[in-house]
């Protein structure tokens, strides 16, 4: 019987090119699409005779790369064989998710495809030392977007308290800017900005006021009014809508959106930015005086007073909660769905999965929540246990994750002082010029300074993370307590960073919580150490026989099967960047705030 030969045959020598935005609304693609390939042909291309296949092109948000056609499309032509190479202007645009894109990058690499970045030319993001600049890059990046969220909402909440406004203005006004003369760019930027009444538009509000201070029409008889003048909102969109049967209806939710604007009366106000109604002026032009607007407020108030308000419920375990079933390998994401809405209360929430018979009450897993939390909290004698045992693995992952490499490092500046003795000896005899001398002077300081900036860096990596657990280990030792403090919003962003899917049954009874790392991390060390009685702690300065197998503890929550092993044996150097990964804390500017002002 002949054997089939299954090997698979190496790709085409050549190079495919991946290009990604953020979105086609927020930013024009061409011009970032143009910077990333000229900046990949001036790093990658002009060091490279091979031919280029194919560009990859996604126009969207990169967190998720099933969303992503274009990066779809270059697997399959990979496993086709079609290129060797890959070219990307740097890591984050495989996407912020890491997990993903390094399982993407080790794909490639078995297909014989190897992943190139132009901003660093030279990483090989399979080399184990590389990896972990990879991962890095990834969780900064992270972090960078979290940051950059938070100085683009303090800048429009500072720009706010000082009576200005943020975004496109109520219908009736326009937003103008002027360029800015060259003195004043230090203070207002390139261009200086400022809200003004829209000529074509404002009588239009001045007149929808006047009818609403007459108290003499209700809502849909303004519309009506309006509708018979020939007016119609900004967006084009028709006061009174006549149905092809004839039937009217009066667009007036946003009319009564706009008498309810204090905008109109000339005030800011912004329940983010914690503004409320008549504390800041704002900087335009008010349409109506405040008393005005407060007459309006009351006649609509009166108007309403019997009126049942349909409500929107607020989820808070939207985007998070999961059901097992029977039949499905993976856990079903559930969603938010209200039924009987127009009943008093607002109607019952659901936990549901569509189109099925699976409908969990919100309230039954959400009074869950805090007693699952006070389950993952953290003992506080357990505390010095447990940061001493990620102290001493971090010591080893990260300030000795190689010995040898520290004490190469330490030999080579050994190996420059004993050489520069020996030069010195041979200028003081004659046998070298000082012209010779100077040079290599130079070139031994120039060693010196890369050697010890290496060597400080290996211990500056292993503070960091360190500063960053201490942070996260806070945090988790206070969550039960911290999560019944907190406003229903706050909570909401607590579990939204601490928790990546919550898991229930189909009863709604919470099977799991899975946590987002550091604190997926944090927990099983907790785990361990509880098993332990902090006796592996103890016995870390003896050497473990697995010490130099890949040990699978970080993410089994196994303890060790004797005292004398560390609390997590040595890893191996394969699976480092996942443990960059667990212990990453990307969301800390994010969580802090909650604890600081809370007092917790």
């Known amino acids: 019987m002949v054997r089939r030969n299954n090997k698979r045959l190496p790709p085409k020598p050549g190079w495919a090119i991946y290009l990604r935005t953020s979105s086609e609304e927020a930013q024009n693609p061409e011009n970032s699409q143009r910077r990333q390939r000229h900046t990949i042909e001036r790093s990658l291309f002009e060091r490279s005779d091979l031919p280029l296949f194919k560009e990859y092109i996604d126009n969207l948000s990169g967190r998720y790369a099933d969303n992503r056609p274009g990066y779809q499309q270059m697997l399959e032509d990979a496993r086709a064989g079609h290129f060797s190479y890959v070219a990307v202007e740097n890591a984050e645009r495989f996407g912020r998710n890491d997990t993903e894109a390094l399982v993407a990058i080790d794909e490639l690499h078995e297909l014989g495809v190897a992943v190139r970045f132009a901003d660093y030319p030279d990483l090989d993001p399979i080399d184990p030392d590389d990896r972990i600049l990879v991962s890095l890059s990834f969780t900064l990046a992270r972090r960078e977007s979290i940051k950059l969220g938070q100085r683009v909402r303090g800048g429009h909440h500072a720009k706010l308290r000082a009576g200005g406004f943020v975004g496109m203005p109520p219908d009736g006004y326009v937003n103008c800017e002027q360029k800015t003369e060259a003195l004043s760019k230090t203070e207002h930027g390139k261009y200086t900005r400022w809200v003004e009444q829209d000529p074509d538009r404002i009588f239009i509000w001045r007149l929808a006021w006047d009818l609403l201070?007459?108290?003499?029409?209700?809502?849909?008889?303004?519309?009506?009014?309006?509708?018979?003048?020939?007016?119609?909102?900004?967006?084009?969109?028709?006061?009174?809508?006549?149905?092809?049967?004839?039937?009217?209806?009066?667009?007036?939710?946003?009319?009564?959106?706009?008498?309810?604007?204090?905008?109109?009366?000339?005030?800011?106000?912004?329940?983010?930015?914690e503004i409320p109604?008549?504390?800041?002026?704002?900087?335009?032009?008010?349409?109506?005086?405040?008393?005005?607007?407060?007459?309006?407020?009351?006649?609509?108030?009166?108007?309403?007073r019997h009126r049942v308000v349909k409500r929107k419920h607020d989820y808070l375990l939207k985007g998070l909660i999961y059901v097992e079933l029977p039949d499905e390998r993976k856990p079903v994401k559930l969603t938010g769905s209200t039924s009987n809405t127009r009943r008093s209360g607002g109607g019952t929430a659901y936990y549901c999965v569509p189109s099925s018979n699976i409908n969990i009450l919100c309230s039954t897993i959400d009074q869950q929540i805090p007693h699952e939390l006070i389950q993952i909290q953290v003992d506080p004698e357990l505390l010095p246990l447990i940061r001493e045992s990620y102290t001493d693995e971090l010591a080893r992952k990260l300030g000795h994750l190689r010995p040898s490499e520290r004490e190469e490092l330490e030999s080579a500046l050994r190996a420059v002082d004993q050489e520069e003795a020996r030069m010195a000896r041979l200028f003081a005899s004659g046998k070298i010029t000082e012209?010779?001398?100077?040079?290599?002077?130079?070139?031994?300081?120039?060693?010196?300074?890369?050697?010890?900036?290496?060597?400080?860096?290996?211990?500056?990596?292993?503070?960091?993370?360190?500063?960053?657990?201490?942070?996260?280990?806070?945090?988790?030792?206070?969550?039960?307590?911290l999560y019944s403090r907190l406003e229903r919003s706050d909570q909401k962003d607590l579990l939204r960073h601490m928790i990546e899917r919550v898991v229930v049954n189909p009863e709604g009874m919470i099977i799991r919580l899975e946590l987002l790392p550091p604190f997926s991390y944090l927990h099983l060390v907790t785990q361990r150490v509880q098993k332990t009685g902090g006796r592996a702690v103890k016995g870390k300065t003896k050497t473990s026989t697995k010490a130099g197998q890949c040990s699978d503890y970080v993410l089994s929550g196994e303890p060790p099967n004797t005292q004398n092993e560390p609390l997590v044996p040595q890893i191996n150097i394969e699976n480092f960047a996942q443990y960059v990964e667990l212990t990453a804390y990307p969301q800390r500017s994010a969580l802090e705030p909650l604890l600081t002002e809370r007092k917790v």
Not at 242 to 264: D, E, M, P, Q
Not at 277 to 304: C, D, M, Y
Request: with cysteine; proline share 1%.
């Open 213 to 273: 201070l007459a108290d003499h029409m209700t809502l849909d008889e303004i519309c009506e009014e309006l509708h018979a003048r020939g007016y119609r909102y900004r967006s084009g969109r028709a006061f009174v809508e006549v149905k092809a049967n004839g039937k009217r209806k009066a667009n007036k939710n946003t009319l009564s959106n706009i008498f309810h604007n204090w905008f109109y009366a000339g005030w800011v106000v912004s329940d983010k930015a």
């Open 435 to 481: 012209r010779v001398w100077d040079n290599l002077w130079a070139e031994w300081q120039d060693r010196r300074r890369t050697l010890q900036i290496n060597l400080e860096a290996l211990q500056k990596k292993r503070e960091y993370h360190i500063a960053n657990l201490d942070a996260a280990l806070n945090i988790i030792s206070k969550v039960g307590i």
């Open 277 to 304: 109604p008549k504390s800041v002026r704002g900087q335009w032009k008010a349409l109506v005086t405040t008393e005005e607007f407060e007459r309006g407020l009351e006649i609509l108030a009166h108007r309403n």
